[in-house]
């Protein structure tokens, strides 16, 4: 497609249910990010791809989320044993090569945890 | 620890006024900010950047303007439009990818 696309756009979790969003990318592009927003606050970095490689993960909350792009596209956000706090906006962002070329954002996957 | 804020929650323009959003920044290493715009419902669309090497950068209606000596960022939009408001981020990237975003302001214009 044109641009980053992410599914599910709105899910609702019980709370302790595990949840997994999907993101893809521009065709293309090298660099894929997770970001976290939550209600009136700005995103917050999460994870980074560079290719398959994860290289770094330092913003992911818990042990409970989790990322993965194995084959250097498509990558899918879990969160395992949802709870209140996860309800956000989880949004995916690709560039072509890294943070210096322009990112581009997807409409995000609405969590709400109940 | 690294930080990128803004000044102020809220802003009402009236349309076809210009608007100045401000943005100040913690990291004196930062060299490459971005503006973002977001509008209800949106990710965060790019507006314009700027490299610390450079202290203006004008694009169409937009400028930014940095200021590495009191850490400080701004983005002009000339003849404010009802299609302008959304909130918008100011951003720095660092080691090269890492985009650590402010917490927003959102503009509203007023006809």
């Known amino acids: 497609g044109a641009g980053v696309s992410q599914s599910p756009r709105y899910k609702v979790a019980k709370r302790g249910q595990d949840v997994a969003l999907r993101c893809d990318p521009i065709?293309?592009?090298?660099?894929l990010f997770w970001y976290q927003q939550a209600l009136g606050q700005g995103p917050e970095f999460l994870t980074y791809?560079?290719?398959?490689?994860?290289?770094?993960k330092s913003g992911l909350p818990s042990d409970r989320f989790f990322a993965e792009r194995p084959e250097g596209s498509v990558s899918t956000l879990k969160i395992q044993r949802t709870q209140q706090e996860d309800s956000a906006v989880y949004l995916c962002?690709?560039?072509?090569?890294?943070?210096?070329?322009?990112?581009?954002f997807g409409e995000g996957s609405w969590l709400t945890v109940v | 620890g690294e930080s990128v804020g803004l000044h102020l929650p809220t802003l009402s323009v009236q349309e076809g006024d210009n608007s100045i959003i401000n943005c100040a920044y913690s990291?004196?290493?930062?060299?490459?900010f971005i503006w973002y715009k977001q509008e209800s419902g949106k990710g965060p669309q790019f507006i314009i950047d700027?490299?610390?090497?450079?202290d203006k950068r004008q694009g169409q209606r937009v400028t930014v303007l940095l200021n590495k000596t009191v850490k400080h960022l701004s983005l002009q939009i000339a003849a404010t439009q009802p299609g302008d408001s959304a909130v918008y981020f100011c951003?720095?990237?660092?080691?090269?990818?890492?985009?650590?975003f402010g917490a927003g302001t959102r503009l509203f214009v007023k006809a």
């Open positions: 962002a690709s560039s072509f090569d890294g943070g210096r070329n322009t990112i581009y």
């Open positions: 065709s293309g592009h090298v660099s």
């Open positions: 791809f560079q290719n398959e490689a994860q290289l770094d």
């Open positions: 990291n004196s290493a930062s060299d490459y």
């Open positions: 700027i490299r610390s090497n450079m």
């Open positions: 951003a720095d990237v660092t080691g090269g990818f890492k985009t650590i």
